[in-house]
């Protein structure tokens, strides 16, 4: 296969447009600064910031998002510089197609757009609308692979809604998110400081000081730096005041953080204008060599650092493999979602239907799988034309139904559904079954994932907050079975569940607080008193102040106090 498999060709891709960006953005900072070693540099420092870093080597928008920015960037200083008719087409196109890759393209290229407007307003206008035509390859794309399509593209009112994310909230991040908001102050805290990995404690009072040296009156380019200035704002701190987005877990830190790489580039510019706001000295000489020594090591220590397994897709086949032919697995979650759809766009257990929970709300995701049987045309309990789990189950007699990932909430039908563990997965049933002999199968396939190329990889899990939420997923498994067995009224299989909680809780590097609690329940039912004490002050201790049952454990606990 040309290029080796598709994920490492994606990942090639992105590779490919962080290069882009670099020298785009060098190519902007020598017209601008007239330097060769500052541009040199500061574009060098800009491709090994950690995000950049992170998000050139794997398979997403923001690489080929930041090369736009970089190309706005040098095609409003070459207009600004030698304005004509084509210029200003060049730089209106460039925007335009920049938009049909990310919209957040917008908050840093239509500053840079007014601020060059001027003479040739018009083109500009028409360069973008030219480049906007981009778009129209979504439903080409629909039409080449509707299987693999997002949206109702094929319609006009489809069409609208995918290009303004009408799902998502046009102008927030998410529409529907875990966990409540964060407040303002801690995300602005996260920009901060992704900001100051960025630049180096060096470098951040330096943009400080080259935003302020630019933007003074008789500066040179000082409509475009003030563009600049408006742009940070906007796809910084305006960005996040908009995305109304949780940072409840590492992981949906990450999510938001991602969002904090196209500031990089005007605050990596004013860095630039204020080393050269020191003219030529031996300090700003020192800085550029701090600055490419300080790049050649940041990349060095994260090649070194980044993990050879790729964690997504040994998830996708621990968790596809075990399954019976012609299942449906329900899935919530990109990191499940992603990682199943690539593992059979590869041919990896094509049998199984796999249902994203979230889209299955949607009538166009549920029109794309004629192989099942649909009560409703989305599901919605208790709407109009809507069907419920259970219902999809009982129309679907013949097909085996697991969940990864857990439940949407929100459908009163789940409770009456049996779930049982099975490796990464769970097996729902709508009718009882012999516990011993479930509990039986449920042991065998987590024995099963313990020896798998998965579990071996997710025990050397990088930092990354997506490995991490992969590797998590092997411990939930485990967590599974002994709430399975904590649940049963069998005494042999209630101790069993209690000894692996304790296991589990000795082994985990930072035990979360449902592993408490679920000991609580094993030690009250067996009459364990001081076993029954710790896993409350522990689970009491973790959990959130606003957590339902916090109550009821507080008075048991204060129940054994008093005794």
């Known amino acids: 296969m040309l290029w080796g498999p598709l994920a490492h060709r994606y990942n090639l891709f992105s590779g490919l447009a962080a290069a882009a960006a670099t020298g785009l953005l060098g190519a902007a900072l020598f ?88 003479p040739h307003g018009a083109r500009v206008v028409a360069g973008a609308a030219l480049g906007s035509c981009t778009y129209a390859l979504v439903p080409l794309g629909a039409l080449l692979g509707p299987e693999q399509a997002w949206g109702d593209v094929l319609s006009m009112r489809g069409f609208v809604g995918h290009v303004l994310r009408a799902d998502y909230g046009t102008f927030q991040l998410a529409a529907e998110v875990t966990g409540a908001a964060t407040p303002l102050g801690p995300q602005l805290g996260a920009f901060a400081l992704s900001q100051l990995q ?130 449906v697995l329900l899935v919530r979650g990109d990191l499940l979602s992603n990682a199943v759809r690539y593992a059979q766009l590869l041919g990896q257990r094509s049998d199984v239907v796999a249902l994203d929970q979230e889209l299955l709300t949607r009538p166009w995701y549920v029109a794309r799988h004629p192989r099942l049987s649909f009560p409703a045309g989305r599901w919605e309990p208790g709407g109009a034309g809507a069907f419920s789990l259970r219902e999809l189950l009982d129309a679907n007699p013949q097909r085996p139904f697991y969940l990864a990932g857990g439940l949407k909430p929100g459908d009163p039908s789940t409770t009456t559904l049996q779930r049982w563990p099975a490796a990464l997965a769970e097996r729902l049933l709508t009718s009882p079954v012999e516990p011993a002999a479930a509990l039986a199968r449920s042991r065998e396939t987590e024995q099963q994932l313990s020896q798998s190329a998965f579990a071996r990889a997710a025990a050397r899990a990088g930092p990354d907050p997506w490995d991490q939420a992969a590797a998590e997923e092997l411990w939930e498994a485990r967590h599974r079975v002994a709430v399975a067995q904590v649940s049963t009224s069998d005494p042999a299989l ?68 008093g005794n």
């Open 31 to 118: 017209r601008w600064t007239r330097s060769t070693l500052l541009a040199t540099a500061a574009a060098l420092a800009a491709f090994c910031t950690p995000l950049m870093l992170q998000y050139s080597t794997r398979t997403e928008v923001f690489a080929l998002n930041q090369a736009m920015a970089a190309l706005v960037l040098l095609l409003a200083l070459n207009h600004s510089e030698l304005p004509s008719p084509r210029s200003a087409l060049a730089l209106g196109l460039a925007a335009g197609v920049g938009l049909a890759n990310h919209q957040t393209l917008a908050l840093l290229a239509a500053p840079l757009l007014i601020a060059s407007v001027r």
């Open 198 to 327: 960025a630049l180096g404690w060096v470098g951040a009072p330096l943009a400080v000081l080259g935003a302020w040296r630019a933007t003074r009156p008789g500066a040179s380019h000082r409509p475009l730096a003030l563009a600049l200035a408006v742009a940070w704002l906007l796809s910084g701190p305006g960005f996040i005041a908009l995305a109304h987005f949780p940072m409840s877990s590492p992981l949906l830190s990450a999510v938001l953080a991602r969002f904090f790489l196209l500031p990089e580039l005007p605050a990596m510019v004013f860095a630039a204008l204020g080393v050269l706001s020191l003219g030529p000295t031996r300090v700003a000489t020192a800085l550029c060599a701090a600055a490419l020594l300080g790049s050649a090591a940041r990349a060095a220590l994260f090649v070194r650092e980044r993990p050879t397994e790729a964690l997504p897709e040994l998830y996708a086949a621990a968790l596809l493999e075990p399954l019976p032919r012609d299942a």
């Open 494 to 561: 209630l101790s069993e569940g209690e000894e692996r909680l304790w296991l589990l809780i000795s082994q985990h590097h930072d035990p979360p607080a449902q592993y408490y609690r679920n000991a609580a329940i094993a030690a009250s039912k067996l009459a364990h008193p001081e076993r029954l004490r710790a896993a409350l002050e522990k689970y009491l201790a973790l959990a959130p102040a606003d957590v339902p049952d916090r109550a009821l454990f507080e008075a048991e606990l204060a129940r054994l106090d």
